[in-house]
């Protein structure tokens, strides 16, 4: 989730929080985790497994103009038999982007076997969702009757389904989660209740960031 840490999370989704601990037996990391200033900074070292001077000597995501040279480790994900499924949402500066508002340009190819973002960028540009304030950034809560977050989870929720008895790495990028924590927490918890009902987390490692 963008903009939330550690501390935000066990104050704005205590259920979710509590959920995770006691019935998925979660391991919390509790240190100061933090290696840069923003979400850039800190998730791109992340993917690429490289500690963050390093990554940003390969590859500085405010300059390049595409980031396919970045040092990202999809190809050695496919190596080990995954698909790769990638969401994220397009209310806040989007970490690989597709025709967004914001400066990066994301990449000329996609690396991705199922990309929801394709679905997202739709659903944000064709202004379906409807605005606060008349502002136009980082506002966007619905599409049409549908809340932007229940949309993310519900395509997390499918995508888990959908790969129960196969080999999938999943990733889902959100900024709507933290910005209505009383009705999301209910939602995401929810979700995770179903998944582990339906067995869709068997053999599963489920990060929270």
């Known amino acids: 989730m963008r903009s939330t840490s550690r501390l935000d999370f066990l104050w704005d989704f205590p259920k979710t929080h509590k959920f995770l601990v006691e019935d998925l037996k979660a391991y919390q990391f509790q240190g100061y985790n933090s290696i840069g200033q923003g979400q850039v900074q800190n998730i791109y070292p992340l993917l690429s497994g490289l500690p963050y001077k390093a990554f940003y000597k390969k590859c500085d995501p405010d300059e390049v103009f595409f980031l396919d040279s970045c040092p990202f480790k999809w190809d050695k994900i496919y190596k080990y038999g995954y698909h790769i499924s990638f969401q ?11 025709g967004s ?31 606060r304030n008349g502002s136009e950034m980082n506002t966007d809560q619905c599409y049409g009757p549908r809340l932007s977050s229940k949309s993310s989870l519900e395509n997390f929720a499918q995508t888990a389904h959908a790969f129960k008895a196969r080999s999938v790495f999943h990733m889902t990028w959100t900024s709507s989660l933290p910005q209505d924590p009383g009705t999301n927490d209910k939602l995401l918890n929810e979700m995770l209740q179903e ?6 987390l068997n053999k599963t490692a489920l990060i929270f960031l």
Do not use: A, C, M, V
């Not at 994220?88 to 597709?98: D, R, S, V, W």
């Not at 340009?105 to 202004?127: A, I, P, V």
């Not at 998944?195 to 869709?200: A, I, K, Q, V």
């Open 195 to 200: 998944l582990l009902d339906s067995e869709s």
């Open 101 to 131: 508002r914001y400066y990066r340009n994301g990449f000329q190819k996609s690396h991705f076997n199922y990309d929801f973002r394709l679905l997202n960028h739709k659903l944000e540009f064709l202004k379906l969702g409807h605005r």
């Open 88 to 98: 994220e949402e397009h209310q806040g500066p989007p970490l690989f982007t597709i």
